[in-house]
Nanobody, 124 residues
Framework: QVQLVESGGGLVQAGGSLRLSCAAS????????MGWFRQAPGKERDFVAA????????YYADSVKGRFTISRDNAKNTVYLQMNSLKPEDTAVYYC?????????????????WGQGTQVTVSS
């Protein structure tokens, strides 16, 4: 079992930056691929970014490529999402997720554990 707790959300103006953190506890964090997803009101939960257990590979949704960066620190059991050049359409609840196994995927049904989410609001 893995417990995930997100933090770092908030209100920011368009063009600004935020860094989200996801702290993991429980089973060995380094054994999991990690992902970030987001869900805007009335919409599906969409893939944002993912990273392999050793940070050797990353994968991004086209909508955030070049603006967001996913990283992880296995010594701290934490995964990060650095978000730059934020836009109002980035407003959503952001969730981190853990996936058993090495393969990166954007499919939310392939992730095994989820956090409770943190709200990000970008004002225009």
């Amino acid at each position: 079992q893995v417990q995930l707790v997100e933090s770092g959300g908030g209100l920011v103006q368009a063009g600004g930056s935020l860094r989200l953190s996801c702290a993991a506890s429980g089973r060995t964090f380094s054994g999991y691929a990690m992902g970030w997803f987001r869900q805007a009101p009335g919409k599906e939960r969409d893939f944002v970014a993912a990273i392999t257990w050793n940070a050797g590979r990353t994968y991004y949704a086209d909508s955030v490529k070049g603006r967001f960066t996913i990283s992880r620190d296995n010594a701290k059991n934490t995964v990060y999402l650095q978000m730059n050049s934020l836009k109002p359409e980035d407003t959503a609840v952001y969730y981190c997720a853990a996936k058993i196994g090495p393969r990166l995927t954007s499919r939310r049904d392939e992730y095994d554990y989820w956090g409770q989410g943190t709200q990000v609001t970008v004002s225009s």
